[in-house]
């Protein structure tokens, strides 16, 4: 408890220097409250948003788009990563096309799912495991070819005589940190993704609530939405380190 | 275990020649050291007995069977240790009896003892990274020894470690040896090391690595490292080596002209 605390205290800082900013820059430039509205504002305007429950129904929207395409990236990359580090001549034909549509931003992809699947869900859960793939593929292969040799050596002479067992109890266990690693990073580039994916067709979700905030000119909406996206991530942030530390041999 | 020897006939390496025709035989529960310069084969022998390589030519036989891949009859310690990180000290050493399945109750009292005789029975549930280098290695001892293999294979153990870690690794490994008589080579860059532990050391030549000379030692245990005889041991092992460096040297000089 402390300890989270104790990491908790640079971002209250970090918030407080925010806060302190945005007022100067009211005091100075004195914006439209259209424009930029004073923290109180915002503040009112999250409580309202809180106290109807539209907030919550928004941050429910995305997170379960995010979980849903995280999941099935995770499922499609985990097994994918494995054979590509373990096997070479899968990673030789299937590298060349991971490092073509890698640098692809997930955000390049919307037009596409926009046209191939419409407005409705699937098309933002499909921008979002584009997002959450390649990051949790990357760290899987670089996690199981970074397994020392000698750990597979002493796996095989005491007994994991077969492919399997020798999976089981030596190469999965040995990779595991960075897979782990490379889901927690997922996440938090999925979570970028979805909000970008709601900013352009969407009725629900925090991305929805920014650009409905935009057009109807309510900074202060906009704001909530904002901060509210950065306050969830970084709560994932800290929720997957903490799982990381509980259930990983080797993690920072 | 009905072993009462292995015959070693082989040749490794794709192109290169790591070691050339070679035969040995050991006998059951001996404990025999391959000394020699870096690159005379004899780790490629090693990995070879392991089953970790195959033989280009000759055949591996222990107990009179070919060699076919690892297997949990034979035990090896690595140099780097190679524990398991994300299992605890009593989980490495009960690996390979689960992997025997040996029942939960029956492994964990058998990990016990053995760490027990390398002295580690109160780190049985820490951590691998909380332990120094000798006591990795006395895990990984235990480990080996835990599963009851015919012969233990060694691959320069105490090489990372200090001399005194060292010693006193020496001696616990010849107690636990000498509680558990299995078939021990063990390959070390360390003559001393050699004389102190084996019953026969087996000096190598350079590339391609070949047996220069089997010296048997005939000194009871514990050996006195300052006694004459051990010294005229060492003495005689040295002067193989040297001789077989010289030559090494001899070659590599005419090549460069």
């Known amino acids: ?252 | 275990m009905e072993a009462v020897g292995k015959v070693f006939t082989t040749a490794a390496g794709e192109r290169v020649e790591a070691l050339t025709p070679t035969s040995l035989d050991i006998d059951a529960g001996e404990f025999v050291s391959l000394v020699g310069p870096s690159g005379c084969g004899k780790s490629t022998l090693l990995n070879i007995l392991a089953g970790l390589l195959e033989a280009s030519t000759g055949v591996a036989k222990i107990g009179g069977r070919p060699i076919h891949g690892p297997d949990i009859d034979r035990g090896m310690v690595f140099q780097s240790y190679a524990l398991f990180p994300w299992l605890n000290v009593i989980g490495n050493v009960e690996f390979g009896l689960e992997r025997k399945r040996v029942p939960k109750r029956e492994r964990r009292d058998i990990a016990l003892a053995f760490l027990a005789s390398v002295g580690l029975k109160d780190f049985a549930y820490k951590q691998v990274n909380e332990l120094s280098g000798g006591m990795k290695q006395r895990v990984a001892i235990a480990r080996a020894f835990a599963t009851n293999p015919s012969t233990i294979l060694m691959d320069e153990p105490f090489g990372a470690l200090d001399a005194l870690t060292r010693r006193s690794l020496q001696k616990q490994l010849l107690q636990i040896w000498q509680q558990n008589r299995k078939t021990v080579v063990f390959v070390t860059h360390s003559v001393s090391e050699a004389v102190v532990l084996s019953d026969r050391v087996v000096v190598m030549t350079a590339r391609p690595g070949a047996i220069k000379s089997i010296i048997p030692i005939d000194l009871p245990h514990p050996r006195e490292t300052i006694s004459d005889t051990f010294r005229n041991y060492e003495r005689q092992i040295y002067a193989d080596l040297e001789s077989e460096l010289a030559k090494s040297f001899a070659l590599e000089g005419h090549a460069e002209q």
């Open chain 1, 1 to 252: 408890m402390v300890r989270l605390l104790s990491r908790l205290v640079p971002f209250a800082i970090a918030a407080i220097a925010i806060v302190a900013a945005w007022w100067t820059v009211i005091l100075v430039f004195k914006p439209h409250v259209s424009l930029l509205p004073p923290p109180a504002h915002v503040a009112t305007e999250f409580w309202d948003l809180l106290a109807s429950g539209a907030l919550l129904t928004h941050i429910g929207a995305s997170l379960g788009r995010v979980c849903s395409a995280w999941i099935l990236a995770a499922m499609v990359a985990i097994p994918l990563g494995i054979a590509m580090g373990r096997i070479p001549i899968v990673e030789r034909m299937l590298d060349p096309l991971v490092e073509l549509i890698r640098p692809i931003s997930p955000l390049a992809w919307i037009p596409l799912a926009i046209l191939w699947f419409g407005i409705g869900e699937s098309g933002k859960v499909f921008v979002v495991f584009i997002g959450a793939f390649f990051p949790s593929l990357v760290a899987t292969i670089a996690g199981v070819k970074r397994i020392d040799p000698v750990l597979i050596q002493a796996g095989q002479v005491l007994g994991c005589n077969d492919k399997s067992s020798l999976f089981r109890k030596v190469v999965l266990p040995a990779a595991l940190p960075s897979i782990i690693t490379g889901l927690r990073i997922s996440f938090g580039t999925g979570w970028a993704a979805i909000i970008a994916a709601e900013l352009v067709a969407a009725r629900s979700g925090l991305g929805y609530l920014i650009s409905n905030g935009m057009e109807i000119l309510r900074a202060d909406r906009v704001l909530v939405g904002m901060i509210v996206i950065g306050v969830l991530g970084v709560c994932f942030d800290l929720f997957f380190r903490f799982v990381q530390r509980k259930i990983s041999w080797g993690a920072a």
